[in-house]
């Protein structure tokens, strides 16, 4: 299933979503910031600047099952969302 997010800058979509193995969080503009995702209990578990990019693939295989809450700032701007992570 997809996620519409207007919580993230310009119209963002996420596939898959709860997801196995890839998260993908797709702007429907260039965007240039830093990404940053949590886990339930909110430690730090993967920083990642972007630069220039209308996609983004994150391999969550690896991590527990459970919610996963994101952050993006972008020019000044946070923007926050989750995913969950299921089997």
């Not at 996420?14 to 429907?28: G, K, Q, W």
């Not at 919610?67 to 995913?83: C, G, T």
């Amino acid at each position: 299933s997809t996620l519409h997010n207007t919580l993230f800058p310009y119209t963002t979509l996420f596939r898959s979503n709860p997801t196995s193995d890839i998260l993908t969080i797709e702007f429907d503009k260039v965007i240039s910031g830093s990404l940053y995702i949590y886990n339930e209990i909110g430690h730090l578990i993967r920083s990642e600047d972007l630069y220039e990019v209308t996609e983004y693939n994150y391999n969550v295989s690896e991590l527990l099952d459970g919610k996963y809450h994101i952050q993006f700032i972008n020019n000044n701007k946070i923007f926050n969302s989750q995913f969950i992570k299921v089997k």
